[in-house]
């Protein structure tokens, strides 16, 4: 796949989410994610990012700006994908969410509760938001990146998902690889 492909096909998908519909504060923009996960596949990621997030300039990541709440819309993207069914996510979470403290961000323990409920039944992994940005850099120099990004305005609250196959696993992998 050539670059100029990947760029052109991405910014497609971008144009055609953005014109799929807003969000309002009753529903997230259910439309925009459809049209989103349609498009994407596996080694793609999906993160639904807080509002102070850095705009990248990776050429594999495009960023949307959305005024929704971050909780909707990792709802949306994760209904989405379930339905979907030819990708599934591994997310990954910021570690140092685990340690802002209610006193210097009020609303996370709230905030916590209400992801880890939303999380339930995914693969979740904590590692150092240093080392996310840099797993998406080194993703998006191959692979298609796309960032949501809402009005929430706690720190160290983005859900980063890595979409993976939704009708294959590591196992049936092995056992084909074993095969020749």
């Known amino acids: 796949m050539s670059k100029s492909w990947k760029k ?3 910014i ?13 504060s009753k529903s997230p923009s259910a439309n925009n994610v459809n049209e989103i996960v349609k498009n994407l596949g596996h080694r793609n990621w999906i993160v639904v990012a807080d509002s102070a997030y850095p705009l990248q300039n990776a050429i ?19 209904d989405n994908l379930k339905k979907a069914g030819h990708v599934k996510p ?8 685990e340690y802002v403290s209610e006193k210097n961000a009020q609303g996370i323990d709230k905030y916590r509760n209400k992801l880890d409920e939303l999380l339930k039944g995914y693969p979740v992994v904590r ?3 240093e080392e996310l940005i840099s797993k998406l850099d080194a993703s998006s120099k191959m692979f298609a990146i796309v960032i949501i990004k ?18 294959w696993n590591d196992e049936a ?3 084909l690889r074993k095969s020749f």
């Open 127 to 129: 590692i150092k938001h």
């Open 173 to 175: 992998e092995k056992e």
């Open 8 to 10: 052109i096909s991405l």
């Open 60 to 78: 594999g990541i495009k960023t949307i700006v959305v005024n929704c709440e971050q909780e909707k819309e990792v709802q949306a993207v994760l």
């Open 90 to 97: 591994t997310v990954y979470i910021d570690k140092e969410l």
């Open 150 to 167: 809402t009005n929430m305005k706690l720190p160290y609250t983005s859900v980063f998902m890595e979409l993976g196959c939704g009708y």
């Open 12 to 24: 497609t998908v971008i144009m055609t989410a953005i014109g799929a519909g807003g969000c309002s």
